[in-house]
């Protein structure tokens, strides 16, 4: 019986971190690999739509231990939020000399979002010790599911008689993003986590 309490006791303590498991399901497993070829910018709109709904969605366990366990915000303090803040106040200042105001519109919500992002992310990371291991392995199943996407889009592609149809027909395979440079980039850039 006694066994049974003192086993109790040390596990009430440990819980699972699902603020980080749903970061890494939301933001770095299935945020990369959204798109859609039918929008005019096939990657931007998409993925900023999403960012918004999944920052919503991370900060209700973050409301929640903040509320039931008193979630510090000493990470705060650190010195890339001044210097974010910076950024953010130059992206004010540089839309009021814009030649195209919605652009200008766009440049403040893109980065009061990746302001969102990093607070969230901070303040995640801060309360969560081995992280490591497990954002690695997020950043490998994005990779592979960016990849088997591009080998289908390769060998979907109709066979050719010419060498200019081969190259037009090369140019659409686009992967998760919009052009097949940024999918390589993408892929080249994702490359040391597999």
């Known amino acids: 019986m006694s066994k049974r309490k003192a ?3 040390h596990t009430a ?3 699972k971190p699902i603020a980080l498991f749903l970061f ?3 933001i ?5 690999v959204l798109f859609s070829k039918q929008t005019i910018d096939p990657v931007i709109s998409i993925r900023m739509l999403a960012l918004n ?3 919503l969605i991370l900060i209700v366990p973050l409301v929640y231990q903040f509320v039931h366990r008193n979630l510090d915000f000493k990470f705060l303090h650190l010195a890339i939020f001044p210097l974010f803040l910076a950024y953010f106040g130059l992206t004010l200042l540089s839309s009021f ?3 195209n105001p919605v652009e200008g519109y766009f440049d403040i919500s893109k980065t009061l979002l990746s302001f969102v992002l990093l607070i969230i992310a901070t303040g995640i990371f801060t309360r969560v010790r081995n992280y490591h291991l497990l954002i690695t392995k997020g950043f490998v199943i994005s990779t592979l599911i960016a990849g088997i996407n591009g080998i289908s889009q390769y060998f979907n592609i109709s066979p050719v008689e010419t060498d200019t149809e081969l190259f037009s027909t090369l140019y659409q395979i686009g992967g998760v993003m919009g052009h097949k ?3 390589a980039l993408s892929l080249f850039l994702l490359l040391p986590f597999c």
């Open 7 to 9: 086993k109790n006791k």
């Open 97 to 99: 000399f814009a030649i």
């Open 13 to 15: 303590g440990l819980t």
């Open 28 to 32: 770095i497993i299935l945020l990369p």
């Open 24 to 26: 890494i399901g939301l």
């Open 53 to 55: 709904i999944f920052l």
């Open 181 to 183: 440079n940024q999918f």
